[in-house]
């Protein structure tokens, strides 16, 4: 047996959160991680907006998926594995109030600091290097990764396609949370989780989604990553 296969079959009973899973990144990763068959928690500021979330999730699929909508604070406490999908203007005050329930837990950040001007996107200068650096300062007490920045949530939302070919890069200091994360995505159809790396090489992964979204604008496409030679 590959590792590859074995690595796809880990995490069976993790439960995981998404903070900011109210938003359309959010709900397309909780969607399919629903559908893989994890139980899943859909986190936002407002316990009423994320049932509201979870209940169309629920209700728009044939088969049976277990999504509940939390709070923010709730779902991180509750979690397994914390995915983080919040906009960025509120991403450290979001991480620094939830310090104390996300600890010991890994954190997957995939929060992608850009701005828009007429011009397009362009990524923004983080002081701490990338946003996942960020989280890793602010939470201490968690294993940072970071992973799921350049998954198009259309595609991730979209009944209709049932594999996302691309391959997910996944960066971190714990080897065994990265693992864990690089299964994590294979519950996706399609998807193949990739090492990347430290958090210090964040900052690039989190830019070249302003690359991407130059790509899927001049191609109308939703453009995705393979990293060859694997």
Known sequence: MSEHDTDTRQGADTTIAVLGGTGDQGRGLARRFALSGLTVLVGSRSAERAAGVAEGLVEAESTRVDVRGLANTDAAERADVV????????????????????????????????????????????????????????????RVTAAFHHVSAKLLLDPEVERIDLDVLVLGEDREATDTVRALAERIPGVRGVFGGRLRNAHQVEALTANLIAVNRRYKTHAGLRITGL
Request: proline letters at 8%.
């Open 83 to 142: 995915i983080v999908a919040v906009p960025w203007e509120g991403h450290r005050e979001l991480l620094v109030s939830l310090a104390d329930r996300l600890a010991g837990k890994i954190v997957v950040d995939c929060v992608n600091p850009l701005g828009f001007d007429k011009k397009g996107p362009f990524a923004l200068d983080v002081p701490e290097g990338s946003a996942a650096q960020q989280a890793a300062e602010v939470l201490p007490g968690s």
